[in-house]
């Protein structure tokens, strides 16, 4: 959908949200089964002009929550994970697809759409729309300019959100944040530090509040709510020790 990688160009660069909210009016009129993109090998440094060069997030945001095929570029996944992820993930637990209903406005400063899934309601607000709150949904995924709300109206899993996901690091702790988002009932986190199952391991743990590991860990969670599980994730942290290396200093004599 290489007209809403132009809207997505002009909307953010010009602020011109009208143009992101007739794109949605085109998609009606050719449909809505469209490959979309904020960026992809054709447009993405060709010194054209047609790379994108507004805010990578605010765009992604769009992408994952309307109708169509979305798919997210590697360089802004790799440079946003957990942001780009709790999109996908909010997505997921409302059920937008691609001919999923769509109720819009767009003006100079902002847009806001409500979607509906197959699961529930999806709220995607930009620019000056976003809300401090709204009642009888849940902030699935925010950052400067855009927010996205759910109300999970059918029974199905939560989505459960790590965060970071599997990495090295070199510090001497690294801190675990686990969210969940969609499903219906209060979501319950639990987990694994010994490469046990955390459905029926004894030696799981619910989780509560961030909590550091040091050394090398694989954990092992899971999100429950009103009977309906997530699937088991499981993230390595892998502890790398700094290395020292001995130089040698030599000079010559003046």
Excluded at 74 to 94: D, E, T
Excluded at 191 to 197: A, G, P, R, S
């Amino acid at each position: 959908n290489y007209h809403l990688h132009k809207a997505l160009y002009s909307g953010h660069n010009d602020h011109n949200y009208f143009e992101i909210a007739h794109n949605v009016r085109r998609l009606e009129a050719v449909g809505r089964s469209l490959y979309t993109f904020v960026d992809n090998h054709d447009t993405y440094q060709r010194d054209n002009g047609s790379e994108y060069k507004g805010d990578i997030l605010q765009a992604n945001a769009y992408i994952l929550s309307m109708p169509g095929v979305p798919c997210v570029f590697y360089p802004h996944w790799k440079q946003n994970k957990a942001a780009i992820n709790a999109m996908i993930l909010a997505r997921k637990a409302v059920g937008v697809h691609s001919e999923s209903a769509v109720q819009d406005e767009g003006d100079g400063s902002g847009y806001r759409a409500i979607v509906t899934g197959k699961n529930g309601m999806l709220v995607l607000e930009l620019g000056n729309k976003v809300s401090s709150s709204k009642a009888g949904y849940t902030k699935a995924a925010s950052g400067t300019g855009y927010a996205i709300w759910t109300q999970v109206t059918s029974s199905v899993a939560p989505q459960l959100i790590v965060s970071p996901s599997s990495t090295t690091f070199k510090t001497e702790s690294l801190t675990i944040e686990m969210s969940a988002i969609g499903g219906t009932g209060t979501p319950a986190i639990y987990y694994t530090l010994d490469e046990t199952d955390p459905k029926r391991s004894a030696t799981r743990v619910q989780y509560t509040a961030p909590f550091s590991i040091t050394g090398t860990t694989v954990v092992k969670a899971y999100a429950t709510a009103d009977g309906k599980d997530s699937e088991v994730a499981t993230m390595t942290y892998t502890y790398k020790a700094p290395q020292t290396t001995a130089i040698t200093v030599a000079f010559a004599k003046p």
